[in-house]
Nanobody, 113 residues
Framework: QVQLVESGGGLVQPGGSLRLSCAVS????????MAWYRQAPGKPRDWVAT???????LYADSVKGRFAISRDNANHTVYLQMNTLKPEDTAVYYC???????WGQGTQVTVSS
């Protein structure tokens, strides 16, 4: 059974940084395509970034140049380094594989002064 546990969220001022982690179990992690998504209040869940098993990375235009996705196959973990955060980045952040499996609880990121 797939389990996704996100962590690392919090309250940060505009311009600040956070690093999110997602511990994954129940899949062959090294072969999986992993992604981060986010959902702001009252809005649908949006895709943020993807990392393929071969290392190719894709980003939504809204985060390109500010966020970096990475993976640690040895520890079955996917990361999202978020820099130069803006108030519009405020959301609950989720990780999942592609195609998606049941979602985890997410981690709240709030960007506010």
């Amino acid at each position: 059974q797939v389990q996704l546990v996100e962590s690392g969220g919090g309250l940060v001022q505009p311009g600040g940084s956070l690093r999110l982690s997602c511990a994954v179990s129940g899949i062959i992690f090294s072969a999986a395509t992993m992604a981060w998504y986010r959902q702001a209040p009252g809005k649908p869940r949006d895709w943020v970034a993807t990392v393929y098993s071969g290392g190719i990375k894709l980003y939504a235009d809204s985060v390109k140049g500010r966020f970096a996705i990475s993976r640690d196959n040895a520890n079955h973990t996917v990361y999202l380094q978020m820099n130069t955060l803006k108030p519009e980045d405020t959301a609950v952040y989720y990780c999942n594989q592609i195609p998606s499996t049941p979602w985890g609880q997410g981690t709240q990121v709030t960007v506010s002064s």
